[in-house]
């Protein structure tokens, strides 16, 4: 099993730019998740999946969409890259939402730099 | 809104040490606590998760610790390696308002050989 896997691994866009960021699970689970990690802000939810066909708003959803493709694959999607938007994303999944056993396993991330 | 403090930020440990990580929040309405591994320009590795229900889980040479009432989780590491070396995170997923994991800034841990 691969886990958690995402592409690209880095990416550098100019601002204004669109792209957007692949995620795939082959563990099954039902939820999936993303976050970004920022130097001083630590990891923050921007969007989740509780489970195929639902999407929600994290901490930090403003400037991305995102898309539950199919179980496997949540996608995030910047439609206008900013500066402010330079991160290290990362996606996650766990078996379930809301339960006490739901452990979370994460991607490899994506380092994204926008100029 | 949860909060989840980490202490030390930094730590720096003679290798062979046992060595104590702590963690705190502010909400006790939690659903589970999880600890992460991060080595430098990597993911996270899931190390150990405990249930609200639960008071400890052990997994190889590390021990984490739950008391939900007072809000505070502890990570033990017998016998530290150089290959410990990393930063540790806490997270905890809340019962209440945003359902989502909460993380803590972390602890730098560098184990000398």
């Known amino acids: 099993n691969a886990g958690v896997t995402q592409t690209p691994k880095f990416q550098v866009l100019k601002t204004g730019q669109s792209m957007t960021l692949q995620c795939a699970q082959d563990?099954?689970?039902?939820?999936m998740y993303w976050y970004r990690q920022d130097p001083g802000m630590g990891l923050r939810l921007i969007y989740y999946?509780?489970?195929?066909?639902?999407?929600d708003k994290g901490e930090v959803p403003n400037g991305y969409n995102v898309s539950r493709l199919n179980k496997r694959e949540f996608s995030l999607r910047l439609e206008s890259a900013a500066p402010s938007q330079t991160s290290v994303y990362f996606c996650?999944?766990?078996?379930?939402?809301?339960?006490?056993?739901?452990?979370?396993?994460f991607g490899p991330g994506t380092r994204l730099t926008v100029l | 809104k949860q909060e989840v403090t980490q202490i030390p930020a930094a730590l720096s440990v003679p290798e062979g040490e046992n060595l104590v990580l702590n963690c705190s929040f502010t909400?006790?309405?939690?659903?589970?606590l999880q600890w992460f591994r991060q080595d430098p320009g990597k993911g996270l590795t899931s190390l150990l998760l405990?249930?609200?229900?639960?008071r400890e889980q052990t997994s190889g040479r590390l021990n984490a610790s739950l008391d939900k009432s007072s809000g505070r989780s502890t990570l033990y590491i017998a016998a530290s390696q150089p290959g410990d070396s990393a930063t540790y995170l806490c997270?905890?997923?809340?019962?209440?308002?945003?359902?989502?994991?909460?993380f803590g800034s972390g602890t730098r841990l560098q184990v000398q050989p």
């Open positions: 405990i249930q609200s229900s639960q």
């Open positions: 997270a905890v997923w809340g019962d209440t308002g945003r359902r989502a994991l909460t």
């Open positions: 909400d006790s309405a939690i659903y589970n």
């Open positions: 996650a999944s766990s078996e379930r939402w809301r339960s006490s056993y739901n452990e979370q396993f």
């Open positions: 999946s509780a489970s195929e066909g639902t999407t």
């Open positions: 563990m099954n689970h039902n939820s």
